[in-house]
């Protein structure tokens, strides 16, 4: 992990293992996702209106829509924090 938009649950330097194979947004579960050529560890949530939103504990929080270059990887199972 880099970067400190989600401190102090998962901090720069700690090292997040995902599943790759749980891709299904189940909401407040911290994600994997790639947007453009950026990989991001994101809190997801579905909206009603089928928007997902997508939290930072600081930073601005923000919208996937369907016309963005979006991938969910997977799902965060386990951080190990950093020493």
Aim: hydrophobic share 40%; aromatic share 6%; charged share 30%.
């Amino acid at each position: 992990m880099r970067g400190n938009s989600q401190s102090p649950e998962i901090n720069d330097g700690d090292v997040v293992l995902v599943n790759t194979a749980q891709k299904q947004v189940i909401d407040g579960k911290y994600y994997a996702i790639r947007i453009g050529q950026e990989a991001r560890i994101k809190k997801l949530f579905r909206q009603l209106d089928g928007k997902v939103r997508v939290e930072s504990l600081n930073a601005a929080t923000e919208f996937l829509t369907p016309e963005m270059d979006v991938e969910i990887l997977g799902v965060v199972v386990q951080c190990s924090k950093k020493f």
